[in-house]
């Protein structure tokens, strides 16, 4: 049965929370168990816009701007994922929540998921897609041909942003059509994300997680090394990732789902939000008490 959105939405309130030696914007809804939302390249809080208020009609969703983000602070260094999920749990801990579920896509999910790795009593229930995790196996098939071209490009220090600066609305303009199958996104979403990542600095922080993979692939190596992904996971696939996820988190999860969503673009928040929901909101709602 898809999903029936909600009649009445809670607002979302913007706050700036203190976690790990940084600021960080977040968009906070609803209340009840709380539910943490993290987004990936070029995104804000916002790509989460047409999923907030349906899981706030039962959660406390919590929407932050990753670091250097958004309105999140433009840090000099932290963009591994280690320092990432610790920017989350203080997120958390700030918010007096002791545990929460985690829905992370792209650049989120290897923060998410080393979040739940290394706390599992704070992690209820993740949700990840549309990514992949450091050197685990699983994923030989999509990476057969080498890493998408703007991986290397985005990792060289000072390059992108040097050469992107004064053309990054066209620049940005290209993920977002591509990813969503040539749809694109609506207009206000499409001016947000350019602006937060219009300027050297903003380009700099949004690289700087490309440049900390091998950080957070040795991360995520080590973490696995030591314990197994106990928290139950659904992992969803869309174009270009597909099961690659899945099957790199099948040998090493106690507990996993795998979806794929058909005619679906890479930012599936806002190419097939109502298909999404759809996934979500059952695997979200089995850990609700009836």
């Not at 992904?229 to 659904?234: Q, Y």
């Amino acid at each position: 049965m898809a999903y029936a959105p909600p009649l009445h939405t809670a607002p979302v309130e913007l706050r700036q929370i203190e976690t790990n030696g940084i600021r960080a914007n977040v968009a906070i809804a609803g209340s009840g168990p709380a539910v943490v939302l993290l987004h990936g390249f070029p995104h804000t809080w916002r790509l989460w816009s047409e999923i907030i208020g349906p899981l706030s009609a039962h959660y406390r969703v919590i929407a932050p701007d990753l670091r250097g983000f958004g309105a999140t602070t433009r840090a000099s260094d932290g963009y591994d994922a280690g320092a990432l999920a610790a920017d989350i749990a203080g997120i958390l801990d700030a918010l007096g929540e002791p545990t929460a579920a985690v829905v992370a896509i792209d650049a989120g999910t290897p923060v998410a998921v080393l979040l739940a790795l290394r706390h599992p009593d704070r992690v209820r229930r993740l949700v990840v897609m549309e990514a992949l995790l450091g050197r685990l196996p699983g994923a030989e098939d999509f990476l057969a041909a080498g890493p998408p071209w703007w991986f290397g490009f985005h990792a060289v220090p000072g390059l992108a942003e040097t050469v992107l600066h004064g053309h990054e609305a066209r620049y940005i303009e290209w993920f977002l059509t591509t990813g969503t199958g040539g749809r694109g996104v609506r207009a206000d979403i499409h001016d947000a994300f350019v602006d937060a990542y219009t300027g050297e600095d903003a380009l700099r922080c949004a690289f700087s997680y490309y440049r900390a993979l091998p950080t957070s692939a040795h991360q995520l190596d080590h973490a696995v090394a030591a314990n197994r992904l106990t928290t139950p996971t659904l992992a969803i696939g869309a174009h270009p990732v597909g099961d690659a996820l899945e099957r790199q988190l099948r040998p090493i999860t106690d507990d996993l789902v795998g979806q794929v969503i058909p005619d679906c673009g890479h930012i599936i928040p806002l190419d097939r939000p109502h298909e999404l929901l759809d996934l979500m909101m059952p695997f979200l709602a089995a850990e609700r008490p009836a």
